[in-house]
T-cell receptor, first 111, second 114 residues
Framework: EDQVTQSPEALRLQEGESSSLNCSYTVSGLRGLFWYRQDPGKGPEFLFTLYSAGEEKEKERLKATLTKKESFLHITAPKPEDSATYLCAFAAGGGADGLTFGKGTHLIIQP | KAGVTQTPRYLIKTRGQQVTLSCSPISGHRSVSWYQQTPGQGLQFLFEYFSETQRNKGNFPGRFSGRQFSNSRSEMNVSTLELGDSALYLC?????????????FGDGTRLSIL
């Protein structure tokens, strides 16, 4: 069964303290791995798409990487405005059942 | 460029009623997908429409239905509402179907069932 697990569920960091969020997935025929950010009361905001193992994407303090079993979202020198829930999701070939989302990592950056 | 617009933002209904939610995609986007978000289950795929045709459907009962119009706007309908239908309903649009372009989400409709 296709599934995705995110860890940790919650993470509290000091401003400037770098860390990584994990997204482990099991899927037959990965078509794409997506990272989103969701703020309270808002819809998910698209961050990155990764299509194949070894691919990396960067945007400001965020860097996403992909292996055959996991994706990581690295956050370098985070600021309080980076506080949000980070969601990963995959699109699988064959069934085409929309995006399958993880439960998310709730990130808090303390000043 | 305007984003995905969902109306209404908040809705309160009672059990047994029905409800219709609306979604206007980003201009030029032809695919619209709907998701249900709850604290326990997270985001779950409901269905996808492309060129007025339902292309994919998630594992939800037939009480959940939708449609898409020629201008790509979409509506979702839930009949015979149950308490468990209380959730945030999110609409997402993308340029096409099957090409795995990123889906862009609206801010959702918060549905509360009393």
């Amino acid at each position: 069964e296709d599934q995705v697990t995110q860890s940790p569920e919650a993470l509290r960091l000091q401003e400037g303290e770098s860390s990584s969020l994990n997204c482990s997935y099991t899927v037959s025929g990965l078509r794409g791995l997506f990272w989103y950010r969701q703020d309270p009361g808002k819809g998910p905001e698209f961050l990155f798409t990764l299509y194949s193992a070894g691919e990396e994407k960067e945007k400001e303090r965020l860097k996403a990487t992909l292996t055959k079993k996991e994706s990581f979202l690295h956050i370098t020198a985070p600021k309080p405005e980076d506080s949000a829930t980070y969601l990963c999701a995959f699109a699988a070939g064959g069934g085409a059942d929309g995006l399958t989302f993880g439960k998310g990592t709730h990130l808090i950056i303390q000043p | 460029k305007a984003g995905v617009t969902q109306t209404p933002r908040y809705l309160i209904k009672t059990r047994g009623q029905q409800v219709t939610l609306s979604c206007s995609p980003i201009s030029g986007h032809r695919s619209v997908s709907w998701y249900q978000q709850t604290p326990g289950q997270g985001l779950q795929f409901l269905f996808e429409y492309f060129s007025e045709t339902q292309r994919n459907k998630g594992n939800f009962p037939g009480r959940f239905s939708g449609r898409q119009f020629s201008n790509s706007r979409s509506e979702m309908n839930v009949s015979t509402l149950e308490l468990g239908d209380s959730a945030l309903y999110l609409c997402a649009s993308s340029r096409g179907t099957g090409d795995w372009q990123p889906q862009h989400f609206g801010d959702g409709t918060r549905l509360s069932i009393l």
